[in-house]
């Protein structure tokens, strides 16, 4: 089965098709809408042949469907006709949690996405939970989104920047036991060399998980997309059908 995978950031777009390691990018930014994106998309993918469309959207997803107009991109996303969107069915999942599944390699693990913003999602057992803790204050009354961003590297540097993620790693793997931490995105190549039990994964994890997200849920080896809550489930849009919410794959 060939899946077309889409990653929205707030800088680029990048689309994979299946077997090809390496992505193509577009940009993104306040002009992109998601008309724009899917126009964007299929010039980019005329000449590959797909049955499957795997999206990673950056902003809250609720039963399958954007819930919330992203910051950094145009308006529209939540009102779109995503049923009408390809040729063949497509899913949406969080692109945080996208990246996450792509990374996932057991037990209990907490992934932060260093991009434009700060993405962060939890993978229990093989449930995807999302989460929003760039909220969360980390110091000086500052959040971790001020310090972890793309903006907060430029604003405090490289070596601030660092010790403010390893900081975050280390006081949030401990408050979620996770048994380890996946530092991906963009920025994630700029930490150098990790502690153990932080590891480092990158933008190309996203293709892995928008693979995974077309996996039979109850396989052994994959992480059970079947029990994922509503809000995390990544619905099947058919063309020529109304969109139904469905509870996994």
């Known amino acids: 089965m060939n899946i077309l995978v889409i990653d929205i950031g707030g800088t680029n777009i990048k689309v994979w098709k299946t077997g090809e390691g390496d992505c193509e990018k577009s940009s993104s930014g306040k002009k992109l809408t998601a008309r724009r994106l899917v126009d964007r998309v299929k010039l980019i993918a005329e000449d590959w042949p797909f049955e499957r469309v795997s999206l990673g959207y950056p902003g809250k997803v609720h039963h399958g469907r954007p819930a919330e107009d992203p910051y950094n991109l145009g308006p529209g996303w939540v009102a779109f006709d995503w049923s009408s969107a390809f040729s063949c069915p497509l899913r949406i999942m969080n692109d945080a ?23 962060t999602a939890f993978i229990i057992d093989g449930k995807i939970v999302p989460l929003a803790l760039g909220h969360l204050q980390l110091r000086d009354g500052k959040d971790f989104g001020h310090f972890l961003s793309r903006k907060g590297l430029k604003l405090h540097g490289a070596k601030v920047w660092r010790n403010a993620v390893l900081e975050a790693g280390r006081t949030l793997q401990a408050a979620f036991l996770a048994d380890y931490v996946v530092f991906g995105g963009g920025n994630a190549k700029k930490l150098g060399d990790l502690p153990d039990a932080f590891r480092r994964g990158g933008n190309h994890n996203a293709y892995f998980g928008g693979l ?7 396989a052994a080896e994959a992480p059970r997309l079947a029990l994922v809550q509503p809000d995390d489930v990544a619905e099947t849009f058919t063309p020529g059908a109304q969109p139904a919410a469905q509870s996994g794959p």
């Open 97 to 119: 949690c996208m990246q996450a599944l792509g990374s996932y390699e057991g037990g209990r693990m907490l992934y932060l996405g260093l991009g434009t913003g700060i993405g």
């Open 212 to 218: 995974r997200m077309w996996e039979d849920g109850h």
